[in-house]
Nanobody
Framework: QLRLVESGGGLVQPGGSLRLSCAAS????????VGWFRQAPGREAEQIAI????????WYSRSVIGRSTIARENAKNTLYLQINSLKPDDTAHYYC???????????WGQGTQVIVSS
């Protein structure tokens, strides 16, 4: 059974950086594209990054491109998301997900909260 557990969220000052991790279990991570969504209070969920099964291809949303890096370590069953130059608008719950564009909510983790505030 698929299980995704995010960690690394917290309170960060504007301009700071954060590295989120996602531990995957219950499936063979190396066979799937995986990525990250986020959802801010009162807003729709936004897919922000995707990485291909072997890490060779990546995609980023306009909102994070240029200041984010998605990475994976299949041998450790772990997915990462580094976000730099954090802004208050980055405040949201962040979820890792199995699958590419439009991954089903059923394939998301429980999320980790990121608050960007001074």
């Amino acid at each position: 059974q698929l299980r995704l557990v995010e960690s690394g969220g917290g309170l960060v000052q504007p301009g700071g950086s954060l590295r989120l991790s996602c531990a995957a279990s219950g499936f063979n991570l190396s066979l799937y594209a995986v990525g990250w969504f986020r959802q801010a209070p009162g807003r729709e969920a936004e897919q922000i990054a995707i990485i291909g099964p072997d890490g060779g291809s990546t995609w980023y949303s306009r909102s994070v491109i240029g200041r984010s890096t998605i990475a994976r370590e299949n041998a450790k069953n772990t997915l990462y998301l580094q976000i730099n130059s954090l802004k208050p608008d980055d405040t949201a719950h962040y979820y890792c997900a199995r699958g590419g564009k439009g991954a089903s909510r059923e394939d998301w983790g429980q999320g980790t909260q990121v608050i960007v505030s001074s």
